[in-house]
């Protein structure tokens, strides 16, 4: 099992950036496919960005193309999201995922292959 713990959020005005990081626990990280998703309210949670266990491989949901960057550091557990050029429309609660998987370039951009979920952390970008 891995445990995820978010951090970074925060409030930000509009065109401004921000980089939220994701922790996992645990020695199997680089076992691990990443995912960024996130959730406004009483709407369904929606994919941002993912990347592949060894970092090689990415994608982005069409509205964070060319503003959010996924990384990660497998020697420090941590995935992240760097966030430019923040947009009012991006407030939301961000989360990031883990999918175990043996393919090394595989990356998934469906909520329902992840396994493990962190508690999220709060974006707000004012207008």
């Known amino acids: 099992q891995v445990q995820l713990v978010e951090s970074g959020g925060g409030l930000v005005q509009a065109g401004g950036s921000l980089r939220l990081s994701c922790a996992a626990s645990?020695?199997?990280?680089?076992?691990?496919?990443m995912g960024w998703f996130r959730q406004v309210p009483g709407k369904e949670r929606n994919f941002v960005a993912a990347?592949?266990?060894?970092?090689?491989?990415?994608n982005y949901a069409d509205s964070v193309k060319g503003r959010f960057t996924i990384s990660r550091a497998n020697a420090k557990n941590t995935v992240y999201l760097q966030m430019n050029s923040l947009k009012p429309e991006d407030t939301a609660v961000y989360f990031c995922?883990?999918?175990?998987?043996?393919?090394?370039?595989?990356?998934?951009?469906?909520?329902?292959?992840?396994?493990?979920w962190g508690q999220g952390t709060q974006v707000t970008v004012s207008s």
């Open positions: 995922a883990a999918d175990p998987t043996i393919y090394a370039g595989r990356y998934v951009n469906t909520e329902r292959e992840y396994d493990y």
């Open positions: 645990g020695r199997t990280f680089s076992s691990y496919a």
């Open positions: 990347i592949s266990r060894s970092g090689a491989n990415t």
